[in-house]
């Protein structure tokens, strides 16, 4: 590998610790990790029918003790950090076994945790022997770099998977099965295969077309596939050679699609749009000095546009559009360009958001 090139959309066969090592400093934007979860089975699991349980019970999983399991917790999430860009996140799934202990050491790396999410199963595996609760979840630590760090959240595409409402923290998805997983002589490739459904959500909300993608724990190459599919760059890490190869076949048969930028690329389109300062409006006489405006379109709720761009409200307080509908609404947060609206000639109110627009369109 040269130095300071990745190789985009390759499958790197070997030690993840080690192979995330010869990577170029801050350069992947996005982590999806999904590691070994140090199961800790002490015995085979069998259904009431007496057909045995296909459980983990992989040399890949297994860990002479928690310290043994901590440390290469720690090695591999330093190397996913050293490899991350400033406004990179990283994600990780887990199951009770090992989510809190990893999640910890993430903390100690310094990595700052945006959200947890919960992966609750709508078809899990039932607890046959009725000794404890059916384990219907899994864990995932959404995570930047650092406490402050800018990063990508996509949060109008992620309500559009959400009836139009905030996407919540609990994700009802069922587990890989039927012909989405993958089998070899009528068994499964991979013992923990992730449906597609869930790493669709997670690179959709949280990069952007042409941002590379990375998984340190391949497997069967979900990540690599779905982040095909929504036109991301991947890269794989792998030590198993079987399974690098059931995922560069999986990957290599997906149809190559042209790439149409208005279709993959979900970001917030006025988020992106040039900065318009609200002191513009009023030197392009779009709004003038000692007009009224008026307060989520409540006219009993008014201020006064000052010649320095400020509002004057009645109780004497001056402010920018966004301190001034702060201050009415006692300190909560407040986006000045959707909460203040404006009266048009035809006597209807407006949000200044419109003239906002209005602005680039003709001055930009």
């Given at each position: 590998?040269?130095?300071?090139?990745?190789?985009?959309?390759?499958?790197l066969?070997?030690?993840?610790?080690?192979?995330?090592?010869?990577?170029?400093?801050?350069?992947?934007?996005?982590?999806?990790?999904?590691?070994?979860?140090?199961?800790?089975?002490?015995?085979?699991?069998w259904?009431?029918?007496?057909?045995?349980?296909?459980?983990?019970?992989?040399?890949?999983?297994?860990?002479?003790?928690?310290?043994a399991?901590?440390?290469?917790?720690?090695?591999w999430?330093?190397?996913?950090?050293?490899?991350?860009?400033?406004?990179?996140?990283?994600?990780?799934?887990?199951?009770?076994?090992?989510i809190?202990?990893?999640?910890?050491?993430?903390?100690?790396?310094?990595?700052?945790?945006?959200?947890?999410?919960?992966?609750?199963?709508?078809?899990?595996?039932?607890?046959?022997?009725?000794?404890?609760?059916?384990?219907?979840?899994?864990t995932?630590?959404?995570?930047?770099?650092?406490q402050?760090?800018?990063?990508?959240?996509n949060?109008?595409?992620?309500k559009?998977?959400?009836e139009?409402?905030?996407?919540?923290?609990?994700?009802?998805?069922?587990?890989?099965?039927?012909?989405?997983?993958?089998?070899?002589?009528?068994?499964?490739?991979?013992?923990?295969?992730?449906?597609?459904?869930?790493?669709?959500?997670?690179?959709?909300?949280?990069?952007?077309?042409?941002?590379?993608?990375?998984?340190?724990?391949?497997?069967?190459?979900?990540?690599?596939?779905?982040?095909?599919?929504?036109?991301?760059?991947?890269?794989?890490?792998?030590?198993?050679?079987?399974?690098?190869e059931?995922?560069?076949?999986?990957?290599?048969?997906?149809?190559?699609?042209p790439?149409a930028?208005?279709?993959f690329?979900?970001?917030?389109?006025?988020?992106?749009?040039?900065?318009?300062?609200?002191?513009?409006?009023?030197?392009a006489?779009?709004?003038v000095?000692?007009?009224?405006?008026?307060?989520?379109?409540?006219?009993?709720?008014?201020?006064?546009?000052?010649?320095?761009?400020?509002?004057?409200?009645?109780?004497?307080?001056t402010?920018?559009i966004h301190?001034?509908?702060?201050?009415?609404?006692?300190?909560?947060?407040c986006?000045?360009?959707?909460?203040?609206?404006?009266?048009?000639?035809?006597?209807?109110?407006?949000?200044?958001?419109?003239?906002?627009?209005?602005?680039?369109?003709?001055?930009?």
């Amino acid at each position: 590998m040269k130095e300071n090139t990745l190789p985009l959309d390759q499958i790197l066969c070997g030690d993840c610790t080690e192979v995330l090592h010869a990577l170029p400093e801050n350069s992947i934007d996005l982590i999806f990790a999904d590691p070994p979860y140090n199961l800790q089975l002490q015995r085979e699991l069998w259904r009431p029918n007496m057909t045995k349980v296909d459980a983990v019970d992989d040399a890949w999983d297994q860990f002479d003790d928690f310290q043994a399991y901590d440390e290469f917790s720690r090695n591999w999430l330093r190397a996913c950090r050293r490899v991350l860009k400033e406004t990179g996140t990283l994600w990780v799934i887990g199951s009770y076994h090992n989510i809190y202990r990893v999640g910890a050491i993430m903390q100690d790396l310094g990595y700052w945790f945006l959200n947890d999410i919960v992966w609750i199963k709508t078809n899990p595996m039932p607890n046959f022997r009725g000794v404890r609760f059916s384990n219907a979840h899994e864990t995932l630590i959404w995570a930047g770099k650092a406490q402050g760090s800018r990063y990508t959240f996509n949060y109008h595409a992620m309500k559009a998977f959400n009836e139009d409402k905030q996407m919540r923290s609990d994700w009802r998805l069922p587990v890989c099965s039927g012909k989405e997983r993958i089998k070899v002589e009528g068994k499964k490739a991979h013992s923990t295969q992730k449906p597609e459904a869930l790493l669709y959500r997670i690179i959709l909300s949280s990069s952007n077309p042409g941002d590379v993608v990375l998984d340190p724990f391949f497997g069967s190459g979900t990540t690599g596939a779905v982040a095909r599919k929504l036109h991301r760059h991947w890269i794989g890490i792998e030590r198993e050679k079987g399974y690098v190869e059931i995922a560069r076949a999986r990957i290599a048969s997906l149809p190559a699609e042209p790439f149409a930028e208005e279709v993959f690329d979900v970001r917030d389109k006025k988020r992106l749009a040039p900065k318009v300062a609200f002191s513009l409006l009023l030197e392009a006489g779009l709004l003038v000095p000692g007009q009224e405006v008026y307060f989520r379109g409540d006219r009993r709720a008014s201020a006064l546009v000052r010649a320095d761009s400020k509002l004057l409200l009645a109780d004497g307080f001056t402010g920018s559009i966004h301190q001034a509908g702060r201050r009415l609404m006692n300190g909560s947060p407040c986006n000045g360009w959707q909460h203040w609206f404006y009266e048009s000639d035809e006597g209807e109110l407006h949000p200044i958001d419109d003239l906002r627009s209005t602005y680039r369109n003709t001055r930009l």
